[in-house]
């Protein structure tokens, strides 16, 4: 038996797939309305929310933190959840963005927040993302609470 076929052999020695043998060292799952990162290497799973905050929304940091390529990363997002993982990461950016509006931080302040470079890119995705800019946005909705409010 040469090495190829012993490294994909089953316990009882007849050969294996090399392609149904997949590497589970990290996976993405939902549970409770929450999206988690399985380990390996970790006892428990960690909140990939969590970790886009951490590494403000940038894909590069989460490769590092849960030690994957790029591509590999792409796979297992499609696998767990079927949109890439830059998607992902603009979805949850932008719903943080519309919290902080909502709780009357001003815009530059956000768009720092987030890593946004300028305030200009943070409007224009958020006008991308929403249909609406974020001036707009927050106006709306400091209306909306007075007109409840009263």
Known sequence: ??????????????????????????????????????????????SLNQLAREGEYRMSFLCDRIGVSERHLRRVFEDGLGISPKTWLRQERMVAARNLLRHGSPIKEVAIDLGFATSKMFSRDFLTFYGVRPTDFQRKEFANIAQASA
Do not use: Y
């Not at 149904?20 to 409770?32: A, L, P």
């Open 1 to 46: 038996m040469d090495l190829l076929s012993w490294r994909f052999a089953a316990p009882d020695g007849a050969p294996k797939n090399p392609k149904d043998v997949k590497r589970r060292d990290v996976e993405i799952i939902q549970k409770d309305g929450r999206i988690l990162v399985l380990l390996a290497r970790e006892p428990l799973p960690v």
